[in-house]
Every structure is written in C-alpha cells, then in structure tokens.
C-alpha cells in the first residue's frame, strides 16, 4: 500500500514538473462563452453557442483561428519582428475580408488603458497564473477583464496587445465585462488544451489568400 502511495506522489510531482516546463512552440484550444443580464441578450448569445479557437505559436510569430457557427471564421496572424498582424474574415454576411495593421498599441491605447497586478494566482493545466485586472474603454465603452496569466507560454496573445507591457505572460484565462446596448455582457475565455508540438512556419505566411478582399478604409 505504501509503495502505491508513494509511486502516486511520484507521478504527480513528474506531472506537475512536467506541465511547469517553458513552451516556446505548439498548440493552444481555448473555449469561450458569453452571458448577459438582459434576458433577451442572453437568448441570442445562447444561441451563438460555444466559440472554440486554436492558437499556433512559434517565437516571435502567432497564428489564432476562431469559429462560431453564427458570425463564421476568423483569422489572426501576427508577426512580432515587424509588429503586423493579418485579419481574415470568413462571415455569411460579408464575405472573405482581410485587413493588416500595427500592433504596437498607440499612446492614446496606453492612456486608456488600467492595469493592477492582482494578488491571486490560478492553476490551469498545471500551469501557476498571475492574476491581473485591466480597466480599458474599447470603442467608447467601459470594458474590465481579470486575466490570469504564466510565464511559462512563450505565445504573443491579441488579448493583452493593446496594453504593451503592462501585462507580463499568456494569458490562460479571463473574463471581460462590458456594456452593450445597455446591457452587460461577460465573456469568459479558458485555455483547455496545451500542445508542444512542432509548428509549419506555413501558419504565419502573411500573404492574404486568393479570394480575400481588403476590408475598405483599411
């Protein structure tokens, strides 16, 4: 019985450094979902269902893909040497768009922009994460978020671009609260999968594909 036990710890303690080990290419699936107080927000988000989205990583480069069967696919890739990123657009009512952009964040982003170091931590795959509350406004609007994030991902996340480096690591999970229409709507964003696996650099090519139109006044 001793030796069960003691092999158990084992392979926990083995598990538990294992999970710890920094991960500078691979995977990530992540599951997102959406809640309102309105009743009839909420209806329509429940309708939405789950939005899933997978995140390739590779050093400096990114590549994250989200689907929901109501507003279709869309597509960022961001290249952190030459600070752009590419949008793809997938929608049953615009079509196939892309846009590139900076993603150095602007000074007004910045002044926008609350960052507190929080004073939790959360475990998530193994992983130990930081919390943070960010207080922003995004298109006129008061947006807050708790994001709990590890050092141990060397990913570039589109969540904490617009905040420079007033956020430190991936963030693994996090929850957004914002007001729309007059109603307030969470978002909740969970990392349930981490891969460390070898990445095609054919994931980062920030040439749009044939069939995309530039978004206009972009």
């Known amino acids: 019985m001793?030796?069960?036990?003691?092999?158990?710890?084992a392979l926990l303690f083995s598990v538990m450094i294992?999970?710890?080990?920094?991960?500078?290419?691979?995977?990530?699936?992540?599951?997102q979902t959406m809640s309102s107080d309105n009743e009839q927000m909420n209806t329509q988000l429940k309708s939405m269902g789950e939005t899933n989205s997978t995140s390739y990583f590779k050093g400096d480069k990114a590549r994250n893909e989200t689907?929901?069967?109501?507003?279709?696919?869309?597509?960022?890739?961001?290249?952190?040497?030459?600070?752009?990123?590419l949008m793809?657009?997938?929608?049953?009512?615009?079509?196939?768009?892309y846009m590139m952009q900076s993603i150095e964040p602007s000074t007004?982003?910045?002044?926008?922009v609350t960052v507190k170091k929080g004073d939790k931590t959360k475990t998530i795959l193994g992983y130990e994460c930081q919390q943070y509350i960010v207080s922003m406004k995004q298109n006129g609007?008061?947006?807050e978020m708790h994001m709990y994030t590890t050092d141990k991902i060397s990913a570039i996340s589109q969540n904490t671009m617009a905040m420079g480096d007033k956020v430190e690591g991936f963030p693994l999970y996090f929850t957004m609260t914002m007001n729309q229409m007059g109603a307030t709507i969470?978002?909740?964003s969970e990392v349930?999968?981490?891969?460390?696996?070898?990445?095609?650099?054919?994931?980062?090519?920030?040439?749009?594909?044939?069939?995309?139109?530039k978004m206009e006044g972009m």
Not at 18 to 31: R, V, Y
Not at 88 to 97: A, E, F, I, T, V
Not at 108 to 112: F, I, K, P, R
Not at 192 to 213: H, L, N, Q
């Open 192 to 213: 349930v999968k981490i891969d460390k696996v070898a990445v095609s650099d054919e994931k980062f090519d920030m040439t749009p594909p044939e069939g995309y139109t």
């Open 18 to 31: 294992s999970a710890q080990e920094k991960i500078e290419e691979g995977i990530l699936t992540a599951k």
């Open 186 to 188: 969470d978002i909740t």
């Open 67 to 85: 689907n929901n069967p109501m507003s279709g696919d869309m597509t960022m890739i961001i290249d952190g040497s030459t600070k752009q990123m």
């Open 88 to 97: 793809l657009m997938d929608n049953p009512y615009q079509g196939k768009k």
């Open 108 to 112: 007004e982003d910045l002044e926008n």
């Open 2 to 9: 001793k030796k069960t036990i003691i092999l158990s710890f």
């Open 141 to 143: 609007q008061d947006v």
